[in-house]
């Protein structure tokens, strides 16, 4: 039996909670003990919602301990491992507190601010020899795994070009995502998620030209445009965009083409369109990436095994890329290269 204590009941926090309540009701060896958030408020319950529906079940939160210090929380309850559904600019110093604590850690995205913190995450995660894993959910959501194994395989050949976005209004949920040192605005905050996949998928790219532009005052880069450059010539490129207001919702979306295929992911949902045959609609899990990288990383954890899916490496490396987006972005764009 594992004993979690999340910490962070926001938009995040919350939709994980939600798939904890329906793991353990699948009899999944687990017990979320404690809850610990800053603001009493939402130790009861409240909380606000993000830009993409996850589900709303009824939950008693009289059923957990409840603190509003993560300090104390690990200090007086038995905990196996902790899940960290926090600000970005609290990952780094909370993980390896936690860490130190010798409690694996599920960290949220994005791993840190920059790669120094991220590599002292790991080398606290080594040192206790605890596992870390950072939540980029894209890699476990059944669109991008389909994609994931397309690529790998080699099924319709090598990709030749592939564009990656997704967008929506500014987000309200936390008044520290609008302030660029705190979450480094929608740069490494949202545009992570497609950083995180262009890595997953092809590697570390040799450089990146990165066009960007701030539209909130203090939010950082809000509108985002990468290229991202491979020696072997295929084209990528990767798009975030946060000042969509309206009635315009939330998009992510996807399109690769491959040497004898194009696989497409969008609002309609994902269909393979070979050059030779007619196109089709995988079948795919209905499941959500949340509910999936927790049962990955509780079911990895059981196992007594290491996280292989989403290693703290190579998460690293995803935060190495959008520093150098950075740059690139302050340059209008120049090319600045990855080692």
């Known amino acids: 039996m594992l004993r979690i204590g999340l910490v962070g009941l926001g938009f995040m926090g919350r939709t994980h909670l939600e798939n904890y309540v329906r793991l353990e009701a699948e009899g999944v060896a687990i017990k979320v003990v404690a809850l610990c958030d800053i603001d009493p408020v939402k130790l009861e319950g409240n909380t606000v919602a993000g830009n993409i529906a996850t589900g709303d079940s009824a939950i008693d939160f009289n059923l957990y301990a409840k603190y509003t210090s993560v300090s104390e929380m690990i200090e007086k309850e038995q905990l196996d491992y902790v899940d960290l559904a926090l600000p970005t600019y609290l990952h780094r110093d909370i993980t390896i507190e936690?860490?130190?604590?010798?409690?694996?850690?599920?960290?949220?995205?994005?791993?840190?601010?920059?790669?120094?913190?991220?590599?002292?995450?790991?080398?606290?995660?080594?040192a206790n020899g605890k596992q870390l894993m950072i939540g980029q959910c894209l890699r476990f959501w059944p669109a991008y795994v389909y994609l994931k194994e397309a690529v790998e395989k080699g099924t319709y050949g090598d990709v030749t070009s592939g564009y990656f976005y997704r967008?929506?209004?500014?987000?309200?949920?936390?008044?520290?995502?609008?302030?660029?040192?705190k979450s480094g605005g929608a740069l490494l905050d949202m545009h992570v998620h497609d950083i995180d996949m262009v890595n997953w998928l092809f590697g570390k790219p040799e450089s990146v030209s990165c066009l960007a532009r701030n539209v909130v005052p203090g939010s950082g880069y809000d509108v985002v445009s990468t290229n991202y450059l491979y020696g072997d010539g295929k084209v990528i490129?990767?798009?975030?965009?946060?000042?969509?207001?309206?009635?315009?919702?939330?998009?992510?979306?996807?399109?690769?083409?491959?040497?004898?295929?194009?696989?497409?992911?969008?609002?309609?949902?994902?269909?393979?369109?070979?050059?030779?045959?007619?196109?089709?609609?995988?079948?795919?899990?209905?499941?959500?990436?949340?509910?999936?990288?927790?049962?990955?990383?509780?079911?990895t954890l059981l196992a007594g095994e290491a996280v292989t899916t989403a290693t703290p490496a190579s998460t690293r490396e995803t935060i190495e890329i959008a520093v150098a987006e950075m740059a690139s972005a302050d340059k209008q764009g120049a090319w600045v290269e990855l080692k």
């Open 98 to 126: 936690c860490l130190n604590k010798g409690l694996h850690v599920l960290c949220e995205k994005p791993m840190a601010s920059n790669p120094q913190e991220c590599a002292e995450m790991i080398d606290a995660a080594q």
């Open 237 to 299: 490129n990767a798009q975030a965009d946060w000042t969509l207001e309206g009635d315009y919702g939330f998009d992510m979306q996807y399109r690769v083409n491959f040497e004898k295929a194009n696989i497409i992911f969008g609002a309609s949902g994902l269909k393979v369109n070979p050059n030779d045959a007619p196109g089709f609609n995988p079948e795919l899990s209905p499941e959500m990436g949340y509910y999936l990288e927790l049962k990955y990383f509780i079911e």
């Open 167 to 181: 967008g929506g209004a500014t987000p309200t949920w936390g008044p520290w995502l609008i302030d660029k040192e």
